[in-house]
Nanobody
Framework: QLQASGGGLVQAGGSLRLSCAASGRTFSNDAIGWFRQAPGKEREFVAAISWSGGATYAESVKGRFIVSRDNAKNTVYLQMDRLKPGDTAVYYC??????????????????WGQGTQVTVSS
């Protein structure tokens, strides 16, 4: 199982760090992706990290978000800086069992965490 945490309410320009903790099995050999879903919108790709630490980002977050992982702790992180109101969404982490770098489409992922709410006020 995957569990995302660390969300909250923050002012525009602020920072949050999300965590995605795995339990029950190790995901250290898998790519992990972060997605987000705002009300009335489709789930969208945010970032992904390969088992070795290679990262990809959506253009909308590039330069503001950093994804990292600690395989010893079976945890993936998403550091979010310079947050904008448009970043408001429920953030999910998920496992990509096939693609080394993590796909940008949600359908490629199987295990999903429950999500954590991020709200950025203006």
């Amino acid at each position: 199982q995957l569990q995302a945490s660390g969300g909250g309410l923050v002012q525009a320009g602020g920072s949050l760090r999300l965590s995605c903790a795995a339990s029950g099995r190790t995901f250290s050999n898998d790519a992990i992706g972060w997605f987000r879903q705002a009300p009335g919108k489709e789930r969208e790709f945010v970032a992904a990290i390969s088992w070795s630490g290679g990262a990809t980002y959506a253009e909308s977050v590039k330069g503001r978000f950093i994804v990292s992982r600690d395989n010893a702790k079976n945890t993936v992180y998403l550091q979010m800086d310079r947050l904008k109101p448009g970043d408001t969404a429920v953030y999910y982490c998920a496992r990509d069992p096939i693609h080394t770098w993590g796909a940008v489409v949600a359908a490629a992922y199987d295990y999903w965490g429950q999500g954590t709410q991020v709200t950025v006020s203006s």
